[in-house]
C-alpha cells in the first residue's frame, strides 16, 4: 500500500527539542517532494517547507526558516522535521505530504502528529 | 504568506449543489492553473479532490468540480450528501517566497 506514516503524538515543555517523522513506503522514496505542512488547531494549513530526498535539497518558508529543520533518510525513506527549541506557539498537527512529479499539488498525506508545547 | 481567502463556512440542503471561492492574486491564481482542492474529515489527513484548477484524481465522485476566473477559483459540490460536511481548502503554486499557498478554509454543513 502507498501511505506515508508518521510518528506519534509528542507532549514536550518550551525549550525541548524534538524530531518527528514520516516514512514513505509502497513507492519509490527518493522520486518526490515530501512537504510539511502546519494545521493549528481549528486553522488553516501553513506550509512549512520541502525536500527533496534524492539529494536532501530543501526550501523553507521564511515563517518558519531558521526554527526548524526538514532533513531525509533516504535508506530508510524517511522525512523529519526537527525543532531545537519548542515554542508554546508550536503546538499544532504536523502533516507531511507527497508531490506529485512535477507537479503543484499533493496527492498522499500522512495522518497528521500532534505536537504539543506547555510548560 | 498570506493565505487564500475562502468564506468561513457554506451550507446547503441534500441534493442541493453549493460552491466554495478561493480568492487569490496575480502571484497565484490569476496567473497559474494550478489550484488544488482537498477536503479534510474533523480528525483526519487532507484528502485530495482536485488538482490543476479541474482535474478530479482517480476515485474522487464527479459531484465534484472545480473552475477559475481571474483571481478567484471555485469548487461545486453537486448533489450534496451528508458525507461531504468536512473542511475543504484551496491551495496554489505561488510565486511569492513559499511554493505553496492555502486557503483559510471552509466548513461545509449538510442541513
Known amino acids: 500500500e502507498v501511505q506515508l506514516v508518521q510518528s506519534g503524538a509528542e507532549v514536550k515543555k518550551p525549550g525541548e527539542s524534538l524530531r518527528i517523522s514520516c516514512q514513505g513506503s509502497g513507492y519509490s522514496f527518493s522520486s518526490n517532494w515530501i512537504s510539511w505542512v502546519r494545521q493549528v488547531p481549528g486553522k488553516g494549513l501553513e506550509w512549512i517547507g520541502r525536500?527533496?530526498?534524492?539529494?536532501?535539497?530543501?526550501n523553507y518558508s521564511p515563517s518558519f526558516q531558521g526554527h526548524v529543520t526538514i532533513s531525509a533518510d533516504k535508506s530508510s525513506s524517511t522525512a523529519y522535521l526537527q525543532w531545537r527549541s519548542l515554542k508554546a506557539s508550536d503546538t499544532a498537527i504536523y502533516y507531511c505530504a507527497r508531490r506529485v512529479g512535477i507537479r503543484w499539488y499533493f496527492d498522499l498525506w500522512g495522518r497528521g502528529t500532534l505536537v504539543a508545547v506547555s510548560s | 504568506q498570506s493565505a487564500l481567502t475562502q468564506p468561513a463556512s457554506v451550507s446547503g440542503s441534500p441534493g442541493q449543489s453549493i460552491t466554495i471561492s478561493c480568492t487569490g492574486t496575480?502571484?497565484?491564481?490569476?496567473?497559474?492553473?494550478?489550484v488544488s482542492w482537498y477536503q479534510q474529515h474533523p480528525g483526519k489527513a487532507p484528502k485530495l479532490l482536485i488538482f490543476?484548477?479541474?482535474n478530479r484524481p482517480s476515485g474522487v465522485s464527479t459531484r465534484f468540480s472545480g473552475s477559475k476566473s481571474g483571481n478567484t477559483a471555485s469548487l461545486t459540490i453537486s448533489g450534496l450528501q451528508a458525507e461531504d460536511e468536512a473542511d475543504y481548502f484551496c491551495?496554489?503554486?505561488?510565486?511569492?517566497?513559499?511554493?505553496?499557498?492555502f486557503g483559510t478554509g471552509t466548513e461545509v454543513t449538510v442541513l
Open positions: 491551495s496554489s503554486f505561488t510565486t511569492t517566497d513559499t511554493f505553496y499557498v
Open positions: 490543476d484548477v479541474n
Open positions: 496575480t502571484s497565484d491564481i490569476a496567473t497559474y492553473d494550478f
Open positions: 525536500i527533496d530526498p534524492s539529494d536532501s535539497y530543501t
